[in-house]
């Protein structure tokens, strides 16, 4: 029974996303939601979940709202302040290699794509929980705080 239920939630998940990205009610599309959140979902098991349930943990939905949040925020910031440091030729790049407290692969996902996402900073590699991360400062920045702002913006609401 349980099984059935993994099969369920995802199924009705991918047909959310699939009306939310086609809008549109009309009988083929409804048709091609169906065939492609079954076929996904079938293809999904041994990847997302197993017999015994998903093979990560759930991120509560409020937690993620503030996250989204204050990602946006930081994007915006970032933006302002690289370009201003563009103008001036006051930054460097600094290659640092930021080992993360967590250990889910969703959530490291989650960070390495945030830290891309944020103007100024590319995550390059992910080794497990570490990543290494590319940034630019300016002259006076060390490395640490690039470690502790990554630390700070990013992790610190998964932990």
Do not use: C
Not at 13 to 30: E, K
Not at 90 to 113: F, G
Request: no cysteine.
């Amino acid at each position: 029974m349980k099984n059935v239920l993994i099969h369920y939630k995802l199924f009705l998940t991918l047909m959310f996303f699939w009306l939310m990205l086609n809008m549109s009610m009309n009988p083929i599309n409804l048709a091609g939601g169906v065939a492609v959140g079954a076929f996904v979902t079938l293809l999904s098991k041994g990847i997302l979940y197993n017999e015994n349930g998903y093979w990560y943990k759930p991120i509560r939905v409020g937690r993620l709202i503030v996250y989204l949040l204050r990602l946006i925020g930081e994007i915006f910031k970032s933006s302002v302040s690289y370009i201003a440091r563009i103008i001036k030729k006051d930054s460097i790049p600094i290659v640092v290699q930021v080992e993360l407290r967590v250990d889910d692969p969703l959530v490291i996902s989650i960070i390495a794509n945030s830290i891309t996402l944020t103007p100024g900073t590319i995550t390059v590699d992910v080794d497990e929980n570490k990543l290494t991360v590319i940034s630019l400062k300016d002259i006076n920045s060390s490395r640490e705080s690039v470690i502790d702002e990554i630390h700070e913006k990013f992790e610190s609401y998964f932990i």
